[in-house]
C-alpha cells in the first residue's frame, strides 16, 4: 500500500511501526458551531482510509479530539450570553450525532481539551525546563520556534522565511515574532485552570501534542486534518512533541484538498455556504460519500446540488442492479449458463482487483469507484442476457450482488434498502380482479399477474391494460423477464 506523505511531498510504501497495526490520529473540530461540508469531506475522507486500513487487515487505533476550549468557543458563549461550557456542549453532541449521520464511525478515543490540562501541563513544564519554552510576564508561555532545528520540516517552510510578515500582535509578549503560545494567561470572564504560570488555558496547538503522545504514543503512523492545518497547527503540534520527548511524532502526514462549491470557495457572504446538516436533510448520506470520492481526497472536490442530485441517481442505479441480482436468483428456475456465469464471476473479480489496487494507491477512492460502475454495467449485461433466455445462475446472481454492496460498504456507503414491501392496498385489487379475500400481500400479487398473463394469453389486451393501469396508479410497474413477471416500485 502506498500512501502520499505530505511532508516528504511523495506516495511512499507505507509500513507500520508495529507489524499489522496502525495509530491514527486526526484533528477534531472546534465545537463552536455546526460543521459545514468542507470539514465534513476531512471526516469522512479519514473514515474511509481507516476503513480501508481495517479492511486490508490492520488493527487500527483511531484518536480524534473534541476542542472545546478556544477564542472561537468563548466568542460564540459572549455573544449568546451563555457559558463557554454551555457552547462546547451543545456543539460537542451535534457534531457527534451528525457525524453518526454520515456513516462516519466513532473514533477510539475522543480526548476533549478540558479533559486534558494535566498532561498539557506536563508537557509545557517539560518543554521549559529543556529550554523550547519560556514563561512571559504576563503569565503567557510561548514555544520558542527558532530553538526547534526541524521546525518547518512538516509544512516545507524555512524559519527565515517565515519571518516575513509575522508581528507581535498587542498584548503578547513573544521574544520572537515566530514564537507561539502554549498557554494563554486568563482574561477576566474566560474559562481557565490554575498553572504554575497562573491562571489561564491552553494554546490550540498545544492540546493534539499532548493527546497523542498520551494515547496513542510518539510516534504514531498516520496523522490527518484538512490542509489548511499543515500550517501552523501540525508544524507546532510536532515541534512541541519532538522537543519533548525526541521521538518523533508522525511518520505520515496526510492533507485533505479543499471543498469548493460551483467551483467558488465556500463563504457565509458569498451565500455559498453549507453545513453538512442541511444537506443531510436533503440527501443521504450514501449519495454525499459517493459524490465526495469520486474525487482524490487530496485534490479540491467541486459540490453543486447537481452533482448531488447525480450521485443520488448513481446510487439508486447501482442499488437497482443489486436488487435485480437478488431477485434474478430468488426466481432462476430454468438452466443456469454455466459459460455466462462463469465469464461474470472472472469480469467480477478482475474488477475488484482494479478496485483494490485504486484503494492501495493512495486511496484513490474515484479510481475504485469507476471500478464499481462497470461491474455494475456488466452485471446488468449478464442479466438481461440470462433473463431473455431463462438461464440466470443463482449463485452467480447472488455474488455478483454480493460484491457491489461489499465494495461500497467498505467504503462506507450503504446502498438503501430496496422498496421490497408491496403495499397493502393490492387486497384490495386482488379482491376486486380475481376474488382472492386473503391477507398475504404477496400472494395476492401473484394472483394479479397471472390473471394479466391470462389476460394476454386470451388476447383480452382490454382487460391486460386495465390491470398494469391500475398497478401502476399504486406506483408500481410489472417488470417481464423470462423467469417471470414481477412487481416493482416505480
Ligand atoms: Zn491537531
Redesign the pocket.
Known amino acids: 500500500m502506498k500512501i502520499y506523505n505530505s511532508a516528504t511531498h511523495q506516495k511512499e510504501e507505507f509500513k507500520p511501526i508495529e507489524e499489522g497495526k496502525v495509530r491514527m490520529y486526526v ?1 477534531g473540530p472546534t465545537v463552536y458551531d455546526n460543521i459545514h461540508i468542507g470539514n465534513a469531506r476531512t471526516f469522512i475522507s479519514f473514515d474511509v482510509i481507516r476503513r480501508w486500513l481495517i479492511a486490508s487487515g490492520y488493527e487500527v487505533t483511531f484518536a480524534q ?1 473534541l476542542t472545546d476550549v478556544d477564542d472561537k468557543i468563548i466568542n460564540r458563549a459572549n455573544e449568546q450570553g451563555r457559558t463557554a461550557a454551555e457552547v462546547a456542549e451543545e456543539f460537542s453532541t451535534k457534531f457527534i450525532d451528525v457525524m453518526h449521520r454520515a456513516n462516519v464511525m466513532d473514533p477510539d478515543i475522543r480526548p476533549r481539551a478540558t479533559k486534558e490540562i494535566g498532561p498539557m501541563i506536563g508537557m509545557i513544564k517539560s518543554l521549559i525546563e529543556q529550554g523550547h519554552a519560556y514563561a512571559a510576564d504576563n503569565g503567557d508561555v510561548y514555544f520558542a520556534v527558532r530553538s526547534d532545528p526541524a521546525y518547518g520540516e512538516v509544512s516545507g517552510r524555512k524559519v527565515d522565511e517565515l519571518m516575513v510578515g509575522a508581528r507581535i500582535a498587542a498584548g503578547e509578549e513573544k521574544r520572537d515574532p515566530l514564537d507561539f503560545a502554549l498557554w494563554k494567561a486568563a482574561k477576566p470572564g474566560e474559562p481557565s485552570w490554575p498553572s504554575p504560570w497562573g491562571d489561564g488555558r491552553p494554546g490550540w ?1 498545544t ?2 501534542a499532548a493527546m497523542v503522545h498520551r494515547y496513542l504514543g510518539c510516534p504514531i503512523d498516520i496523522h490527518g ?1 484538512g490542509s489548511d ?1 499543515a500550517f501552523p ?2 508544524e507546532n ?1 510536532c515541534a512541541q512533541a519532538t522537543c519533548c520527548w525526541h521521538e518523533g511524532f508522525a511518520n505520515t502526514w496526510m492533507h485533505t484538498g479543499m471543498l469548493l462549491v460551483d467551483g467558488e470557495k465556500m463563504s457565509k457572504s458569498l451565500g455559498n455556504f453549507f453545513t453538512l446538516e442541511e444537506v443531510l436533510e436533503k440527501h443521504s448520506a450514501a449519495a454525499l460519500r459517493l459524490l465526495m470520492l469520486q474525487t482524490h481526497y487530496r485534490s479540491p472536490l467541486d459540490f453543486s446540488w447537481e452533482r448531488l442530485d447525480g450521485a443520488e441517481s448513481s446510487l439508486a442505479r447501482i442499488a437497482g442492479t443489486v436488487e435485480n441480482l437478488r431477485w434474478a436468483a430468488r426466481h432462476a428456475a430454468g438452466n443456469p449458463d454455466v459459460a455466462a456465469a462463469d465469464a461474470l464471476g472472472e469480469d467480477l473479480a478482475a474488477f475488484g482487483r482494479t478496485y483494490t489496487s485504486c484503494m492501495d494507491d493512495d486511496f484513490n477512492t474515484a479510481g475504485a469507484i469507476a471500478a464499481v460502475f462497470e461491474a455494475v454495467t456488466r452485471a446488468n449485461h449478464y442479466l438481461e442476457d440470462t433473463q431473455a433466455r431463462d438461464a440466470v445462475d443463482e449463485g452467480a446472481a447472488l455474488a455478483a450482488a454480493g460484491v457491489l454492496a461489499n465494495w461500497l460498504g467498505t467504503l462506507g456507503i450503504e446502498l438503501p434498502e430496496p422498496k421490497e414491501e408491496l403495499p397493502v392496498g393490492l387486497l384490495g385489487v386482488a379482491a376486486g380482479l380475481v376474488g382472492y379475500t386473503g391477507d398475504d400481500v404477496d400472494e395476492a400479487a401473484e394472483r394479479i399477474l397471472t390473471a394479466r398473463a391470462d389476460a394476454r394469453a386470451a388476447k383480452n389486451w382490454e382487460l391486460a391494460d386495465a390491470i398494469r393501469d391500475q398497478l401502476r396508479d399504486m406506483g408500481l410497474v410489472i417488470e417481464d423477464t423470462a423467469a417471470g413477471s414481477r412487481l416493482k416500485h416505480s
Open positions: 484533528c479530539n496547538h492540546e493534539c486534518g492545518l497547527h501540525h503540534e
